[in-house]
């Protein structure tokens, strides 16, 4: 089924990898397309940009690092701002399935109240 990932997404699923554990954006990308299973497509046209930009943000911030073999590579870190900006996302995200379940059919909270 693969699909793009919406923009207004994006923040929150890099966010969610990162705070996992760090990463460089090749793995970054990987990741959300595994625990997709492959149903986000990760654009790296898309990814590094937001990286950018959330750096930008102070969400996360970047080091290089050097690697045994090859080249160095820059790795990721989700910062306390970052952590905050995650769970806002989260709570508007459990919000926002809320209520397309409660219109596509599915069990909601008015519905059980």
Known sequence: MGRDISKGDLPALILAVIAEEPSHGYAIARSIELRSKKAFLMKEGTLYPMLRT??????????????????????????????????????????YAQSMRAILGGRSDAQTA
């Open 54 to 95: 959330l750096e930008q943000e102070g969400c996360v911030v970047a080091v290089w690092e050097v690697q045994p073999s090859g080249p160095a590579r820059k790795v990721y870190r989700i910062t306390d701002h970052g952590r905050s900006e995650l769970a806002k996302r989260q709570t508007e995200w459990e919000e």
